[in-house]
């Protein structure tokens, strides 16, 4: 009633009498709701990262870690969150942690609590595993190819290793719209198997071939086209129920899933504990694979139907 007495929208009420403005452009917070509005203190992720990477270091430490400790409280969360958690939020990225306090357990200890994943990877993991003998799940649809491998029946996931070289580790290899549809619309299906998957005191490895740095122009290629907001939001609810027995890897590709997986399950638990979506990129980004062409787009683009009657024909397949 007081906002009706005043003729005036809801938004234009708030920003009139309660301004508030980006830390980074000086630009008035755009308004959607009131909870956002007085939540936001940045129009978008990425001018708060650019903020935290220009401003003075005791203002955006100070920043940083209030920002991390209304975070914690306010999701319940027992660990500090993994760099791929933050990167598909408006947190500040590992990295812009690591310039302002030295490393993320450090920012985790003066917060009291312990990072998800603080282990660094293993050197095992930079061994030749391609000619581990692989098995790959009966259901699989588009198997990848490895040097050694065979088909047999898995309880879950996609790929894993044979008795006598098992590790306790599983692989789910994902398309993008596979991965998006898993954790949207067979999100309640999809917790079932990672609860089955530690009931038997495994770990799950979900490896979605394709490159993070282009999931919305994927996104735009694909025939269903999915809310990534959404779907980032699933993804960062079940790493804070499982974050102990499984985590989300992009990959780059198909081509680099298929170097990724057997180092994952050769190394097995050595990997438990590291935040490998990280570190892989690391290595993408140092040995210049982050540059070739990973033909995602181009796989998805031609598998996409065209005519009427084959979206018809695609759209029944699917169902």
């Known amino acids: 009633m007081h906002i009706k007495a005043h003729n005036m929208l809801l938004g234009e009420y708030y920003v ?14 755009e308004f959607k709701n009131a909870k956002q509005y007085f939540s936001m203190d ?20 100070k920043y ?12 319940n969360l027992r660990h500090g ?29 003066t917060l009291g609590v312990e990072p998800a994943y603080n282990k660094n990877l293993c050197k095992e993991f930079f061994e030749n595993c391609n000619n581990a003998e692989i098995w ?10 490895f040097e050694n491998s065979l088909i047999h029946k898995l309880d879950f996931g996609d790929y894993t290793l044979p008795p006598q070289n098992y590790t306790y ?12 549809a898993t954790v949207t619309n067979g999100y309640d299906r999809f917790l ?3 609860e089955r998957c530690k009931s038997l005191g495994c770990y799950l490895f979900i490896v979605v071939e394709a490159d993070y740095r282009d999931l919305f122009k994927i996104n735009q290629s694909v025939y269903k086209k999915f809310n990534m907001k959404y779907v980032f939001s699933r993804l960062r609810a079940i790493e804070e129920q499982f974050s102990d027995c499984c985590q989300f890897v992009f990959s780059g590709s198909r081509k680099d899933s298929e170097e990724l997986i057997p180092k994952i399950l050769h190394c097995g638990k050595k990997l438990w504990k590291v935040d490998l979506q990280y570190f892989w990129e ?38």
Request: hydrophobic share 25%.
């Open 192 to 194: 079932r198997e990672i």
């Open 64 to 75: 940083v870690l209030e920002k991390f400790q209304k975070r914690l409280e306010k999701k």
């Open 42 to 61: 940045f129009n978008s992720p990425e001018n708060m990262r650019r903020w935290c990477l220009q401003a003075p270091e005791d203002e955006t430490k």
């Open 136 to 145: 790959i799940d009966t259901r699989e649809n588009k198997p990848l190819s």
């Open 16 to 29: 009139k009498h309660y301004p508030r403005f980006d830390k980074l452009t000086e630009k008035p917070i």
């Open 282 to 319: 690391k290595e993408l980004e140092k040995n210049g694979l982050d540059r070739r062409e990973s033909g995602t787009l181009q796989e998805i683009q031609e598998s996409k139907p065209r005519g009427s009657f084959k979206r018809r024909l695609y759209r029944r397949r699917r169902g």
């Open 169 to 180: 580790t599983h692989v789910e290899r994902k398309s993008f719209s596979d991965f998006a």
């Open 81 to 109: 969150p993994s760099s791929l958690y933050l990167k598909t939020g408006d947190w500040p990225t590992l990295d812009i942690i690591k310039k302002l306090f030295g490393s993320y357990t450090a920012l985790c200890d």
